[in-house]
């Protein structure tokens, strides 16, 4: 670098110790590529196994660099992209056996690729973990497939997973984390990542930075979605069947007789069940008939129990409820604090004329006979429905042989047959006999590779876009047979749609993961960082200082980097690449830098730089540097509003730590200073399970546990900075 830059800015990072690293003069376009590239997230330099596809690297390099510098990732890449490959070559280049936790019904499949593959792996279910049944292995890296399972702190799941994980790395696989609410991201993340991990990017909380509905640019640290194509993967082209006037007809008379019933004396109880009902109507006359039956169950069952002197919870509601688990803004109308299930018992009376008056309504079946004229070109498809009585409904009426699969059986017509062997009809082409319909709940919807399948349809519009997304998944992916699969929509008649606004609730869902910078939408957020180095083609570049004119504008295009150093090693702490208008205005918009990078890279009258514009350049540019080195250096004091239990435990330390001074006890204020590092800063959740757990333990407890405490972040390491490149415009 010429002296002239290292005397601008040797004086900016003080007292803080300052590295360059740029280069000497360079032609723009390698400076830009130099910029581009270092905005990019860090990537692992690690030989990834042969198997992996080419458009699978990147994926795979940024999770074990993310995994080494934050204990945890999540690889949120397209459905059907291979993300089970990318997870299994991480696995690979460990040294011990990984555990994968994945859906039972993707146990098969995970442990068949591992086989064929040679990576050494344990298999555990998520219905195991609900249960505390988790593997015994210990140590190692976790896999946790179809993460967004684990997006609810409040289950069993949830609560015996977190502290079996305490100390490992965590590799987090979900196409679609976001469910329901930006939240659902956090609570995964944080069961192998501190809450606290991205402080030195000013992200003193992920939790709170994602409950408040704000996404961050450094998630794209922990959060890897890469949706450059890995291999060929099938388009999609959309379609709609939209219900038939008569359709329109029946189910106002089906809303009419549901209207007779109470339901029940508290309003979110009555949303509820109503909303089952509801849904019920949309899937099928079978599916609605099924649910009245179960709720004249319930009935009859809130009537014994009275006579009894007991009352219903939440439990048989949960029972009749279903499907709807996926609803979470009715669960949580219908609190744990509201424990007693108060039912309108007077509904007993007028149940039977209901059930009757909704059989006639519901026929004939109009919606039932656009799916047959749907399915008479004889293309493969796949056909999903909320209700296992919908799925019985559409096996008897459609034209065979029909494959069907529910939760806990699977056949051919009324013929049974293992759920394994029905699936496999719509993975291998070939296979005799092969049906050209699979009926299916959405217990097929996640993991699964049924590429023989050239159509899609949603017979029952689920609650989230996750499960639309999944289904789709299912078919539009690596290996596919086929160029484009078709997705089919049945929406519900519009009254139905009204009183229970599917479409609605989709769309308003559909927005939440653009705001964490995932989706197709999410990009600006920090995914055009990648798509920027992408156009710029391959190659590092070369970090140096250039100047360019007849652009049309007056500023200077540069970056720098903020690094740790530790032990000898580097740490990225954050970069910048920005905009510096001849006003010293600096500006970090995506749009602008993304414009003035393509126009250096474009290398119009490219050429060296002169002393006396570079040295204005660099004065200029300590300004921003200046602010964010003042910035990094208090967010390495920041911390965020304490646990309960940590406030407790906080105090009962000081209180040690005055009684250790008094005694002059050195080896004990170390432990002490040692703890209290660990309560004050971010945790992992079964690290705050843990202080929960601390707190309420006795004072020798309390004391014992000081020689097993987590060890803290480390955050008074000296940091310095690197210019990454340097661009000079002149009109």
Request: proline share 5%; charged share 25%.
């Amino acid at each position: 670098m010429p002296r002239i830059v290292a005397e601008s800015l040797a004086a900016v990072a003080d007292p803080l110790r300052t590295a360059l690293a740029a280069g000497p003069a360079a032609p723009a376009p390698e400076v830009s590529r130099a910029l581009a590239r270092s905005l990019l997230p860090v990537e692992a330099a690690v030989a990834p196994p042969a198997w992996l596809l080419p458009g699978q690297l990147r994926s795979f390099r940024r999770a074990v660099a993310a995994l080494d510098r934050f204990g945890g990732a999540l690889i949120a890449d397209p459905v059907g992209s291979g993300k089970t490959y990318v997870a299994l070559a991480v696995a690979a280049v460990r040294r011990r056996p990984a555990v994968c936790l994945v859906p039972a019904m993707l146990a098969r499949q995970w442990s068949e690729v591992a086989r064929r593959l040679d990576v050494k792996v344990e298999i555990g279910t998520h219905e195991q973990a609900s249960r505390g049944r988790l593997p015994e292995i210990r140590t190692g890296l976790v896999i946790i497939d179809e993460s967004h399972h684990f997006r609810n702190p409040r289950t069993r799941r949830y609560r015996y997973a977190a502290p079996w994980l305490l100390g490992r790395q965590v590799l987090f696989l979900s196409a679609t984390p976001i469910v329901n609410r930006l939240e659902d991201l956090a609570h995964q993340l944080l069961l192998g990542v501190r809450d606290d991990a991205l402080v030195a990017e000013g992200v003193v909380s992920l939790r709170t930075t994602l409950v408040e509905g704000g996404g961050v640019s450094a998630l794209g640290r922990l959060v890897i979605e890469d949706t450059a194509e890995a291999g060929p993967r099938p388009g999609r082209r959309a379609g709609v069947q939209v219900p038939a006037a008569r359709e329109e007809t029946g189910a106002r008379q089906l809303i009419e007789s549901l209207g007779r019933l109470q339901l029940s004396l508290h309003p979110p109880i009555a949303a509820l069940v109503r909303s089952v009902l509801l849904r019920a109507a949309v899937s099928s006359p079978a599916a609605l008939a099924g649910a009245l039956r179960r709720y004249r169950g319930l009935l009859l069952h809130g009537a014994d129990a009275r006579r009894a002197g007991r009352s219903l919870g939440r439990a048989e509601l949960r029972e009749f409820a279903g499907e709807l688990d996926d609803q979470l803004v009715l669960w949580e109308l219908v609190s744990d604090g509201h424990a007693t299930l108060e039912l309108a018992l007077d509904d007993l009376d007028a149940i039977e004329t209901v059930i009757r008056t909704c059989a006639l309504a519901a026929e004939p079946d109009d919606k039932l006979d656009r799916l047959r004229s749907l399915l008479s070109d004889g293309r493969a498809t796949l056909i999903f429905t909320a209700r296992r009585e919908t799925v019985r409904y559409l096996r008897d009426r459609l034209a065979g042989p029909v494959a069907w699969c529910t939760g806990d059986r699977a056949g051919l017509g009324h013929a049974g047959a293992a759920r394994a062997v029905v699936l496999r009809w719509f993975q291998e082409p070939g296979l005799h006999p092969m049906p050209r319909c699979l009926l299916t709940t959405d217990v097929a919807a996640e993991g699964l590779d049924l590429r023989r399948a050239e159509r899609v349809v949603h017979y029952d519009l689920p609650w989230t876009p996750m499960r639309l997304e999944q289904r789709e998944g299912r078919a539009v992916r690596l290996g596919s047979l086929h160029g484009c699969i078709e997705v089919v929509r049945f929406p519900p008649p519009p009254s139905l749609e009204a009183a229970l606004g599917l479409e609605q609730r989709l769309a308003g869902k559909a927005a939440l993961p653009e705001r964490a910078g995932l989706g197709p939408r999410g990009a600006r957020l920090w995914r055009w960082r990648t798509s920027l180095a992408d156009r710029l083609g391959i190659g590092a570049g070369t970090s140096g200082v250039a100047l360019i004119s007849g652009t049309g504008h007056q500023g200077v295009l540069a970056g720098f980097s903020l690094i740790r150093r530790r032990d000898h090693t580097t740490e990225a702490q954050g970069d910048a690449v920005g905009w510096l208008t001849s006003i010293d205005e600096w500006s970090e918009d995506a749009d602008l830098v993304g414009e003035r990078v393509l126009v250096a890279a474009g290398g119009m009258n490219s050429r060296p730089v002169d002393p006396v514009t570079l040295r204005a350049a660099l004065d200029a540019l300590t300004i921003p540097i200046r602010r964010r080195l003042s910035l990094a250096a208090g967010r390495r004091w920041l911390v965020g509003e304490a646990s309960a239990s940590a406030r407790r435990i906080a105090q009962r330390l000081t209180q040690a730590v005055a009684e250790a001074a008094r005694r002059r006890d050195r080896r004990a204020l170390a432990r002490l200073e040692r703890a209290m590092s660990f309560v004050a800063g971010g945790h992992t959740a079964g690290e705050s399970l843990l202080l929960d757990r601390m707190a309420e333990a006795s004072t020798a407890d309390l004391l014992a546990w000081l020689d097993r405490v987590p060890a803290a972040e480390t955050r008074s390491d000296p940091i310095e900075v690197r210019l990454t490149g340097l661009v000079v415009f002149e009109i």
